[in-house]
């Protein structure tokens, strides 16, 4: 996943449920949903089954974390002598932004951006989260609502971990790293996406497509958002005029530094410094 999906990312959960023996004999051991809807993010404990899930089919097996979004077709068919028992947590989601200092919102219809629908984990620290998750769910305690979306949060950065892990030696990613640990070290200077390209030895146009798909930020974008952290730190902590402090987080315009300064936090720099 993504850090501007994960920094937007607003679940509410409906109902976090568990499929064992006991439901696959009342169901027959085939469910069927002509058209699902909501969202749907599992973890198999055991058990074997098969996941029909548009149009392709996809066995299931302990370890395995899959999900369904709405509107589409699901069926899922397991045996009596191995039924398929997975927990699962069903939620609407949106992803939320700020600007100018206003909360501005998506309703969502897609998928977590897990690599696939169907993705096999098997890591402990994921079934604890999800039985987690189901006990608090099944307590209804007193913030039990808010438990549960804090334990969700939790998986979705666990699995966001994982995935992260999964490609951390591939070039590409490596390239993305040393991209990143560049611009952290100088975005005070006038940087630009050539330069950055050239730094870890890509072409501009792919280096931005593999940021884009790895940070979920393009290189400008986050070189941007680096220098208005710095300046939010220089605000809080001296009493650098503000132009000064444009400069000193790299930008050649101070008039610049404010406008976006403040559609990024709905105030002026001044302001800020005041707040």
């Known amino acids: 996943m993504n850090y501007e999906f994960l920094i937007g990312f607003t679940p509410r959960i409906l ?28 973890y198999v ?32 068919t397991t045996t009596p002598e191995q039924p398929v028992c997975f927990i699962s947590f069903q939620f609407h989601y949106r992803i939320t932004h700020w600007e100018n200092g206003e909360m501005l919102q998506t309703v969502c219809g897609d998928r977590l951006p897990v690599s696939g629908n169907y993705a096999p984990i098997g890591q402990m620290a994921i079934e604890e989260g999800f039985r987690n998750g189901l006990q608090i769910w099944e307590s209804k305690e007193d913030g039990y609502e808010w438990r549960v979306k804090l334990e969700f949060l939790n998986v979705i950065q666990k699995v ?23 611009i952290k070290k100088h975005f005070q200077q006038p940087i ?68 976006v300064f403040k559609k990024e936090t709905g105030m002026s720099p001044r302001d800020y410094r005041n707040s």
Request: glycine share 6%.
């Open 45 to 76: 404990l055991g058990g074997e089954g098969v996941l029909e899930l548009e149009g392709e089919k996809h066995t299931l097996r302990a370890g395995d974390l899959f999900q369904v979004r709405p509107g589409t077709f699901m069926r899922i």
């Open 15 to 42: 109902d976090v449920v568990e499929r064992n023996a006991a439901y696959w004999r009342e169901f027959r051991y085939d469910l069927i949903r002509d058209h699902t809807r909501l969202h749907t993010f599992s």
């Open 160 to 182: 966001n971990e994982l995935t992260n892990m999964e490609h951390e030696e591939t070039p590409t990613v490596i390239a993305v790293q040393k991209a990143t640990a560049y």
């Open 192 to 259: 630009s996406r050539e330069i950055v390209a050239e730094h870890v030895s890509l072409s501009p146009g792919y280096l931005s497509i593999a940021f884009k798909k790895y940070i979920g930020l393009g290189i400008v974008a986050y070189i941007v958002k680096m220098r208005l952290d710095h300046a939010k730190y220089l605000l809080k902590s001296s009493k650098l005029p503000i132009r000064d402090v444009s400069d000193a987080c790299g930008f050649t315009d101070s008039f610049y530094f404010t406008r």
